[in-house]
T-cell receptor, first 115, second 115 residues
């Protein structure tokens, strides 16, 4: 099985712009979660989508949004970028069924730099 | 509410020595606990997990962890460190009851292995 893929791997934007990141989960996985990783704040949960619905949400401003498509692929969008949004954005997928339902598999991440 | 505390942001051991990375959690529901490892410029890889059943859990690469409910701990150990173990390690918790794909992470512990 192919793993979780994220595109693009690297991105450079300027303040005020918006950005869209993409995540393709492992085949058959219906849940996709997004995390932000920064040196200061560590790994923080952004949101989770399950069967095209946002099921859990972290404590991030409304500039951060996401969606999930019928094939379980997910995108996250950040509008009006700020310098503090520079981070590694990680996507993880899980099956949410069976004995390993809470086991999340992570992609390599998208490194976003905001100038 | 859930939280994770990892004691020690940096741990240094000699090759062949015991590795002990500490993790304490707080959870209002029965927890599922995980240890992940992250190598530079990569995503997270699952080392091991505790869901239910046996409290001593064995993972990949010779790592193991013991769930101690009375101490709310889930410390990670490896009897003999190898140079390739140098990486950052994250402890994470999620709730057992349909918490979905929401992992709460500790701040991480960077492990250095000296020759």
């Amino acid at each position: 099985k192919a793993g979780v893929t994220q595109t693009p791997r690297y991105l450079i934007k300027t303040r005020g712009q918006q950005v869209t990141l993409s995540c393709s989960p492992i085949s058959g996985h219906r849940s996709v979660s997004w995390y932000q990783q920064t040196p200061g704040q560590g790994l923080q949960f952004l949101f989770e989508y399950f069967s095209e619905t946002q099921r859990n949400k972290g404590n991030f401003p409304g500039r951060f949004s996401g969606r999930q498509f019928s094939n379980s692929r997910s995108e996250m969008n950040v509008s009006t970028l700020e310098l503090g949004d520079s981070a590694l954005y990680l996507c993880a997928s899980s099956s949410q069924t069976g004995v390993n339902h809470n086991e999340q598999f992570f992609g390599p991440g998208t490194r976003l730099t905001v100038l | 509410a859930q939280s994770v505390t990892q004691l020690g942001s940096h741990v240094s051991v000699s090759e062949g020595a015991l590795v002990l990375l500490r993790c304490n959690y707080s959870s209002s529901v029965p927890p599922y606990l995980f240890w992940y490892v992250q190598y530079p410029n990569q995503g997270l890889q699952l080392l091991l997990k505790y869901t239910t059943g046996a409290t001593l859990v064995k993972g990949i690469n010779g790592f193991e962890a013991e769930f101690k409910k009375s101490e709310t701990s889930f410390h990670l150990t490896k009897p003999s460190a190898h140079m390739s173990d140098a990486a950052e390690y994250f402890c994470a918790v999620t709730g057992a009851y349909n918490q979905g794909g929401k992992l709460i992470f500790g701040q991480g512990t960077e492990l250095s292995v000296k020759p």
